[in-house]
């Protein structure tokens, strides 16, 4: 699988906005860019999901760069809820079963 | 609907002894995933059902580990005998079918094995 690259961690002040980065300069063509998190003493959770285009759901957006080397989680408004793991990770297409290949994520820290 | 559930929540053991984890995946779900993170490491996949067959188990560590999911529902992960580098918080996670293309895996919250 191919890797990704994130920051160790990141703070951001609550009712603001985060932009979490991802790098995956291997990333090839078919490989879709997954965002799951890690809330303290809780499992992941999935977040987003993206292959090309810009995508947004209630949790949040993805912005995926034109060469798709790099994308970015954005949380629009943090809230202290926010703070966990961040993971980004790269996927066979969707259907496909396989397993997800964590690395160390951000960890998000929110600020009240 | 009911989330993936884990059981139990904490086990502490001494080395040598037998554990056995127990995963419910969400209904209706064929895939059944496990992973462990030990301390201080990234989370790791361990194997992988479809229904009750395995898929993958390329990352299970040794032959202490047996996986089963007897009937396709819930699966059972025991390690015997424990040695102290088992310690960790296991997770199982459950996603639908293939053919529904479907993408989330949804996590249990884990259990959290202390081998002394």
């Known amino acids: 699988d191919a890797k990704t690259t994130q920051p160790n961690s990141m703070e951001s002040n609550e009712e603001e906005p985060v932009h979490l980065p991802c790098n995956h300069s291997?990333?090839?063509?078919?490989?879709?860019i997954h965002w799951y998190r890690q809330l303290p003493s809780q499992g992941p959770e999935y977040v987003i999901h993206?292959?090309?285009s810009n995508v947004n759901n209630r949790m949040a957006s993805l912005a995926i760069a034109e060469d798709r080397k790099s994308s970015t989680l954005i949380l629009h408004r943090a809230t202290l809820r926010d703070a966990a793991v961040y993971y980004c990770?790269?996927?066979?297409?969707?259907?496909?079963?396989?397993?997800?290949?964590f690395g160390s994520g951000t960890q998000l820290t929110v600020l009240p | 609907e009911a989330g993936v559930t884990q059981f139990p929540s904490h086990s502490v053991i001494e080395k040598g002894q037998t554990v056995t984890l127990r995963c419910d995946p969400i209904?209706?779900?064929?895939?059944l995933y496990w992973y462990r993170r030990v301390m201080g490491k990234e989370i790791k996949f361990l194997l992988h059902?479809?229904?009750?067959?395995?898929?993958?188990e390329s990352g299970m560590p040794n032959n202490r580990f047996l996986a089963e999911r007897t009937g396709g529902t819930y699966s059972t992960l025991k390690v015997q005998p424990a040695e102290l580098e088992d310690s960790g918080v296991y997770f199982c996670?459950?996603?639908?079918?293939?053919?529904?293309?479907?993408?989330?895996?949804?996590f249990g919250p884990g259990t959290r094995l202390t081998v002394t």
């Open positions: 996670a459950s996603s639908q079918p293939t053919w529904t293309g479907s993408y989330e895996q949804y």
């Open positions: 291997t990333i090839s063509g078919t490989d879709y």
């Open positions: 993206g292959l090309t």
């Open positions: 990770i790269l996927r066979a297409p969707p259907g496909s079963a396989r397993q997800l290949t």
């Open positions: 209904s209706g779900h064929d895939n």
């Open positions: 059902f479809v229904k009750e067959s395995k898929q993958d």
